[in-house]
């Protein structure tokens, strides 16, 4: 009798500790906790801190941290029938007051990624993808941003009532079909090719310039030591003419002072004191007189 008397002692004990124990729960920072009583999901959420709780209740923590899922190698079609390849990254949050709908009509935080956010990226993406006329488009920053905005407003168009939160929407490694990235290269190896032959034509130009205007100015010196040569020769042309022009003006003036009397004393004044010792007359045939000599 005693120990049915014990034993159901230390039974009422086990129950008020096990009621004890699940009277009270503890919310985290960052998150709140939806209630269900016998999988009937509770009317209001327990925000972070400390509850006293009916000990029969279940709890169900949701992280209304922003979250942050990346869907790796989506395949985007574009106009051109081509796939691009590309990491698509969505931010996201819960929020508070709609994660009692968010468990009684979705699951929990996993269940909201796969059942609504993952088709709807996906879906987004491929509606997106037929306002791109050509695959290599993808790269071009007015693309990218168009792309980003549609995303944006068609998720959180989308999401809204349901409880989420979207923040932003990133692109990320985007990669164009192997036949474009061949293409794209051999454009950019002729583009490189042509520069290289631009620059090449170029130092060309310039040396031919630069030959052209040596030989200006070899034609232009050559041009000016012929002037040079010219000036001189004038000049000496010019220096001789002058002295025979002065010379013969001499000649004139010395041909008018030249008179009988000047002759004749010029004779004079060279004679050396002789006669001459042989003298043929003019009108006496084969005369010839001998003179005497001088005295000395």
């Given at each position: 009798?005693?120990?049915?008397?014990?034993?159901?002692?230390?039974?009422?004990?086990?129950?008020?500790?096990?009621?004890?124990?699940?009277?009270?729960?503890?919310?985290?920072?960052?998150?709140?906790?939806?209630?269900?009583?016998?999988?009937?999901?509770?009317?209001?959420?327990?925000?972070?801190?400390?509850?006293?709780?009916?000990?029969?209740?279940?709890?169900?923590?949701?992280?209304?941290?922003?979250?942050?899922?990346?869907?790796?190698?989506?395949?985007?079609?574009?106009?051109?029938?081509?796939?691009?390849?590309?990491?698509?990254?969505?931010?996201?949050?819960?929020?508070?007051?709609a994660t009692t709908d968010i468990l009684q009509n979705t699951g929990v935080l996993k269940d909201v990624v796969t059942k609504h956010i993952t088709p709807k990226v996906r879906s987004l993406l491929r509606e997106a993808g037929k306002t791109v006329k050509q695959s290599q488009d993808f790269f071009l920053d007015s693309v990218q941003q168009d792309l980003q905005s549609y995303m944006e407003d068609g998720l959180i168009e989308y999401l809204q009532n349901r409880g989420v939160t979207v923040t932003a929407v990133l692109f990320r490694d985007i990669t164009l079909p192997q036949v474009v990235t061949s293409a794209v290269i051999q454009t950019k190896e002729r583009q490189e090719q042509l520069e290289r032959e631009k620059a090449q034509l170029k130092i060309v130009e310039q040396q031919a310039q630069q030959q052209v205007k040596q030989a200006e100015a070899r034609e232009m010196a050559a041009v000016a030591d012929a002037n040079a040569k010219k000036t001189m020769a004038d000049a000496q042309a010019y220096t001789i003419a002058k002295e025979a022009e002065a010379q013969a003006k001499a000649n004139q003036l010395l041909a008018k002072s030249l008179s009988p009397a000047l002759i004749r004393y010029n004779a004079v004044d060279k004679w050396n004191g002789r006669y001459p010792q042989t003298l043929m007359g003019g009108k006496m045939d084969g005369v010839i007189l001998n003179l005497p000599g001088s005295k000395k």
């Open positions: 009798m005693n120990n049915l008397k014990y034993a159901g002692s230390a039974g009422i004990a086990l129950l008020v500790l096990i009621v004890a124990f699940n009277s009270y729960t503890t919310v985290p920072a960052g998150h709140n906790k939806v209630a269900t009583m016998f999988g009937k999901v509770q009317d209001e959420a327990y925000a972070e801190g400390f509850h006293m709780v009916n000990p029969l209740l279940n709890f169900v923590s949701f992280d209304l941290r922003q979250q942050t899922y990346t869907w790796e190698k989506v395949q985007v079609p574009s106009q051109d029938k081509l796939k691009t390849s590309m990491d698509i990254s969505v931010a996201f949050r819960l929020d508070p007051a």
